[in-house]
């Protein structure tokens, strides 16, 4: 039976201390080819990684590219994100969230490609080192490097920070993204919105652990030393996407990168911000994929 290639399936895996990890997953190897598309079983799988505060759906549109282009995609709800589990603890530091990432890739059973944006790219960063280039075969940050502008971080979290109660419609919800993304063409209708935010009590919240900011603990964006290091020592490509909008990497801060990272290559894509996927996914998934099948 042919199975519609633009619907992915939802599966699971088993992270760190035993949590369930919830992805979604295009051209599963071991189940049969999709119909009109040709799975190239010599190419590495696709991890994605989102950055805090989003979810797997961040990915949609680019996972359906590139599994078009025959490739087995695998796009993940981070701990405390989407629908995976919450950490009991509140562990989501660097360190929690890679070892998620390396029991995922272990549990995939190919080498991958891991794509990471901002906290997923430093997760990234940290489980391709561990993980070596056997495991891991190529690297893709969006929009995030170890040395990024703390401001622009700032006002990420000030943004989630300041509808942790969330809100009374989801028209709300949609004037506050669109004020927070100005760049940003506003969709005509909110209901997109649905795959980030969850009904209850007669409000809508964000689909995210509010421990994963109000928990005193690592902040995840403050190991710049080990986590430069770390991308310093790979030798495997690394792709640096940066939205030219974005105020969270800097084009100083993209020098610096690439001086001590001299082989990694970098593309900036001139009509988004920090949220380059949902920005310009035209542009974005144009470059992933040719960084990518090349």
């Known amino acids: ?12 895996f088993r992270g760190d201390d035993d949590l369930t990890l919830v992805a979604d997953e295009w051209n599963n190897p071991d189940a049969e080819a999709p119909s009109g598309v040709e799975f190239d079983p010599s190419r590495p799988s696709i991890l994605m ?21 025959g490739l087995h995609v695998v796009a993940m709800d981070s701990r ?36 990471g944006a901002s906290m997923g790219g430093l997760t990234g960063i940290q489980a391709a080192h561990e993980a070596g280039p056997a495991s891991v075969q190529r690297l893709i940050l969006v929009d995030v490097v ?44 909110p ?27 690592e902040d995840p964006f403050v190991r710049v030393e080990s986590l430069e290091q770390a991308a310093i020592e790979l030798a495997i490509p690394i792709l640096l996407i940066r939205g030219k909008l974005s105020d969270v990497v800097s084009e100083e801060a993209v020098h ?21 996927a949902g920005d310009d996914n035209d542009a974005f998934s144009g470059v992933v994929a040719q960084f990518v099948l090349r």
């Open 1 to 12: 039976m042919s199975i519609d290639h633009s619907e992915p399936r939802t599966v699971t």
């Open 49 to 69: 990684l989102h950055g805090g505060g989003q979810n797997r759906f961040s990915w949609k549109k680019t996972g359906q590219i590139l599994a078009e282009r």
């Open 80 to 115: 405390g994100h989407g629908d995976s589990d919450r950490s009991p603890e509140a562990r989501y530091t660097v360190d929690a969230l890679c070892a998620d990432t390396l029991r995922v890739i272990e549990q995939m059973g190919r080498p991958v490609v891991l794509i």
């Open 146 to 189: 170890p040395r990024y502008e703390k401001d622009g971080s700032a006002r990420i979290r000030d943004f989630m920070f300041s509808h942790v109660h969330g809100f009374g419609s989801l028209e709300e919800a949609a004037d506050a993204v669109s004020a927070y993304l100005p760049h940003r063409t506003k969709p005509r209708s």
């Open 191 to 217: 209901e997109g919105l649905k795959k980030n935010l969850r009904h209850r009590n007669g409000r809508w919240y964000w689909h995210w652990d509010p421990a994963f900011l109000t928990k005193p603990q």
């Open 256 to 276: 610096d990168f690439l001086d001590k990272v001299p082989h990694a290559e970098f593309a900036e894509l001139s009509g988004a911000g920090h949220t380059a």
